[in-house]
């Protein structure tokens, strides 16, 4: 992060939202992209495996899942670096964060279906 945005943190309380949710987007997306190249669905909490489970296609389509929620978090910071965005930017915005977290649950059924096919 560059200076100036770390300053005008200070001035305006959506720039900490913002940089916040920047922040766990990109955490997010490396996360899931370890996940899905890697094969480790562990990495996810609460995961328990289970006999005859497809653990590689599993990790695949959850760390996919992941990296598409964290997706939706940067675009969600976007309007919010701004103290008056443009409605209709901030609309976009919104619904493009909306569609990426559809995906992301599209993505974790699936991998919830494919868990045991071989």
């Known amino acids: 992060m560059t200076y100036p945005i770390l300053m005008a943190s200070q001035m305006h309380p959506n720039m900490q939202v913002a940089m916040f949710c ?15 190249k890697h094969g480790k669905p562990e990495l996810m909490m609460g995961y328990k495996k289970k006999p005859g489970e497809n653990k ?28 008056q965005p443009n409605r209709l930017f901030a609309l976009v915005c919104l619904i ?23």
């Open 96 to 118: 493009l964060c909306f569609v990426n977290i559809g995906v992301a649950v599209y993505f974790y059924i699936r991998a919830e279906k494919d868990r045991f096919k071989s």
């Open 56 to 83: 590689k296609l599993y990790a695949k389509n959850l760390g996919r899942a992941v990296m598409f929620f964290g997706a939706g978090m940067i675009i969600l910071s976007l309007p919010l670096n701004e103290e």
């Open 22 to 36: 920047l922040g766990v987007g990109v955490f997010m997306i490396v996360h899931g992209r370890y996940m899905w």
